[in-house]
Every structure is written in C-alpha cells, then in structure tokens.
C-alpha cells in the first residue's frame, strides 16, 4: 500500500523525520526523546527500510528534521546519508542544526553527500534565556557552526528564532536581529511562542508575554528585516532574494509531499497520511497510523489555509482553475467579513492577509470554516 501511494506521481519533496534530542527544549512539542545510541541504530535501520519502500529516485527537495539531525553520532549520519544518497538531482537538501551537537566532521560529511543548506536552532543570542528555555549552547557554539559551514562551503544558512517569552522584551528581540543580520545569514525563521501542554512549559503552566507585546514585537521584526533586505514571504519567514526555502514552500502551496520517519506526514493527491508515534509499532515497521482520504471540500479548505500564509497571498484564477470553484462566491460571507475588519484585502487579484491579519490568521480560518 506504501509504494502504490508513493508510485501515483512524481512527489516534489522529502521530509526526513529524526526524532533524537541530547537535551529537550521546554518549548517543544515534536515527536522526540532523549538521544540513546542503541536505540537510534535500530531506529535507523527501519527508517532505511521506510526509505526503500519509496518507489522513486528523484526529488527537488529533501528536509531532514526532528528532533535533531545532528544529535547522530558521525556513524549513524553517514548511515543515514547513505540512506538517502539514491535521490539524484535534489536541488535544495536541508538538515537541521543544533549548535551544541554539530562540529567540522559533520559538517565535512553534510557537504559530501550534497547537503546545500542548512537550518540552525538559534531561538535567541541571548544566552541567560537560552537557559530557561532548556537550551545548551552558548553563542561561540553559533558561531563556530557558521565557521564550520564557511569551511566546507555550505553557504545556504537558515536560522530560527524565537519571541513572545515572557521574560523577553522588545529590546532583546532587537538585538537578536541585529546580531542576525551582522551574521552570513541567508534566511531567518521566526517564531511567535506557542504553549504546547505536552511541552515542560505547558506542564508548568508557563505564560507567555502578553498580545499586545507579542504584536509589537512582531511589527518591529517585519519592519526590521525588510529594512534589511530580509523579505517576508510567509507569516515566519524571511529571505534575502534568492534564498527562500523550497521545501517549505511546497507545504505553503499545498503541493505533494512523502514524510518518512516517527510522526511524519505526507500528502499525496487526495490521500493524507501520518506515520505512528509510538516507537513499538514503528520498530515492527508498522509505520502508518493513519490514512485520510479527503474531499474536494477538504482539499480546498486546506489550500487555501496553507496559501494564506504566504504573503503573496492566494491567485484567486489559479485557484478558482484549480480548484474548479469561485472562491469569492464560496466564501463570501469570510471574506467580506475579513476585508471589513480590515484582516484581508484583495489586491493585484490575490487574496491576502493584511499587515494586521496575518498576525491573527488563525481566527481569519475560523471564518472560512463556518
């Protein structure tokens, strides 16, 4: 059943799930646990056996998350390499980095097997709440990273930040953009904290900063990276010209996509699928937890969900040729609701989210949903 999935069509991207941490970030909420050696060799094997399954030798993107990519020993990454090194002309190939766990080696190894870019758990510069937030590097950990990178010659660097933690100010969040852009930092993901009740945070009931500082922290990081030359092209990311993330785009397009690996989804024509989190089941190669066949309704809402979040916003032909339906008509009462209130405009035949919209694009959904 896997491989008749994947065999349908030519998928464009690749996500590689790795669900081992050295440390867990209070903030998180993704399937991961604490890195063990014998249970990532085993994990490896049957994520390789997941991989071989896939009945196609080529893909224009490939992201290997988690978790923490680089929290595998040197072995364990040539071996999962390896793994993937079937897949020819991969045009943009990302492997997530965190600071504490990454060194020259790996990044030798990153660059032989074609590993272009790279995304690079910053959250913050500033180092006391580095230590809240459950996080083990230091800012000479970052840096030596971007040295290691400049060495082999990966120059596609992706960072992620953080804002919105209460112990946080606008200033702080200034001064971790001015420290970005000071850095050779092609992209920069930045992202509104969210409470998980999975996460330590959420266990301790953590609360966050306050909307109205939330929002102002947000404006400024927009105003400050465009200034910059950091274009917003998505509500979380920014990119100088050129080196807007491929990968994420095929999501934010609603575009097809194979996931494999613990808890990882995939989307392929009107199948959605998601791969188990339990490790039992997944070490019996039992990988699949659940199968979604959706409805043109469903199909819809969820492109139109995924394409709101683009600056850009929706081409309302192409999606009404698409989708063969007239998303004006379909919606009207959301969207007039939302142009009213000053949340969505329509403008050079796109719908999109305002400067004040994209900010509450979750409440803007609801709409459309009703």
Same mark, same amino acid.
């Given at each position: 059943?896997?491989?008749?999935?994947?065999?349908?069509?030519?998928?464009?991207?690749?996500?590689?799930?790795?669900?081992?941490?050295?440390?867990?970030?209070?903030?998180?909420?993704?399937?991961?646990?604490?890195?063990?050696?014998?249970?990532?060799?085993?994990?490896?094997?049957?994520?390789?056996?997941?991989?071989?399954?896939?009945?196609?030798?080529?893909?224009?993107?490939?992201?290997?998350?988690?978790?923490?990519?680089?929290?595998?020993?040197?072995?364990?990454?040539?071996?999962?390499?390896?793994?993937?090194?079937?897949?020819?002309?991969?045009?943009?190939?990302?492997?997530?980095?965190?600071?504490?766990?990454?060194?020259?080696?790996?990044? @030798?190894?990153?660059? &032989?097997?074609?590993?272009?870019?790279?995304?690079?758990?910053? =959250? $913050?510069?500033? !180092?006391? *709440?580095?230590?809240?937030?459950?996080?083990?590097?230091?800012?000479?950990?970052?840096?030596?990273?971007?040295?290691?990178?400049?060495?082999?010659?990966?120059?596609?660097?992706?960072?992620?930040?953080?804002?919105?933690?209460?112990?946080?100010?606008?200033?702080?969040?200034?001064?971790?953009?001015?420290?970005?852009?000071?850095?050779?930092?092609?992209?920069?993901?930045?992202?509104?904290?969210?409470?998980?009740?999975?996460?330590?945070?959420?266990? @301790?009931?953590?609360? &966050?900063?306050?909307?109205?500082?939330?929002?102002?922290?947000? =404006? $400024?990081?927009? !105003?400050? *990276?465009?200034?910059?030359?950091?274009?917003?092209?998505?509500?979380?990311?920014?990119?100088?010209?050129?080196?807007?993330?491929?990968?994420?785009?095929?999501?934010?397009?609603?575009?097809?996509?194979?996931?494999?690996?613990?808890?990882?989804?995939?989307?392929?024509?009107?199948?959605?699928?998601?791969?188990?989190?339990?490790?039992?089941?997944?070490?019996?190669?039992?990988?699949?937890?659940?199968?979604?066949?959706?409805?043109?309704?469903?199909?819809?809402?969820?492109?139109?969900?995924?394409?709101?979040?683009?600056?850009?916003?929706?081409?309302?032909?192409?999606?009404?040729?698409?989708?063969?339906?007239?998303?004006?008509?379909?919606?009207?009462?959301?969207?007039?609701?939302?142009?009213?209130?000053?949340?969505?405009?329509?403008?050079?035949?796109?719908?999109?989210?305002?400067?004040?919209?994209?900010?509450?694009?979750?409440?803007?959904?609801?709409?459309?949903?009703?």
């Amino acid at each position: 059943m896997y491989t008749k999935d994947i065999r349908r069509k030519m998928i464009k991207g690749l996500y590689v799930h790795i669900p081992f941490c050295r440390h867990i970030c209070y903030y998180c909420d993704f399937s991961r646990c604490i890195y063990d050696k014998s249970l990532s060799d085993r994990y490896l094997q049957h994520l390789r056996r997941e991989i071989e399954m896939i009945d196609q030798n080529s893909f224009e993107t490939i992201y290997i998350g988690g978790g923490t990519p680089t929290s595998l020993d040197k072995e364990q990454l040539i071996y999962l390499l390896e793994s993937l090194a079937r897949f020819k002309n991969v045009k943009e190939y990302t492997v997530e980095i965190n600071p504490e766990s990454f060194d020259l080696e790996k990044a @030798q190894l990153l660059k &032989k097997y074609g590993v272009n870019r790279v995304s690079i758990g910053v =959250q $913050t510069f500033n !180092e006391n *709440l580095l230590t809240r937030i459950g996080r083990k590097h230091n800012n000479i950990d970052v840096l030596n990273t971007l040295e290691y990178l400049t060495i082999v010659g990966i120059k596609n660097r992706s960072i992620d930040l953080m804002f919105g933690f209460k112990e946080q100010t606008l200033k702080d969040v200034l001064n971790d953009l001015h420290k970005s852009v000071m850095l050779d930092i092609q992209h920069i993901s930045i992202y509104d904290l969210e409470i998980y009740p999975r996460s330590k945070f959420g266990l @301790q009931k953590y609360q &966050k900063a306050d909307e109205e500082l939330t929002f102002m922290m947000y =404006q $400024t990081i927009i !105003e400050f *990276l465009n200034q910059h030359s950091y274009g917003q092209y998505e509500i979380s990311n920014f990119a100088l010209p050129t080196f807007q993330s491929q990968h994420n785009k095929i999501y934010w397009y609603y575009q097809d996509y194979a996931g494999v690996g613990l808890s990882a989804c995939g989307k392929i024509g009107k199948l959605r699928y998601e791969n188990t989190e339990n490790f039992v089941k997944y070490l019996s190669d039992n990988y699949r937890s659940k199968e979604i066949n959706l409805s043109n309704d469903d199909i819809r809402f969820e492109a139109l969900m995924m394409n709101l979040r683009l600056n850009e916003g929706i081409d309302i032909r192409q999606f009404d040729r698409r989708f063969q339906c007239n998303i004006l008509e379909d919606y009207h009462q959301a969207v007039e609701k939302n142009i009213q209130s000053g949340l969505l405009e329509i403008k050079d035949s796109h719908l999109k989210t305002t400067a004040k919209g994209i900010f509450v694009l979750n409440d803007i959904l609801i709409d459309f949903m009703n």
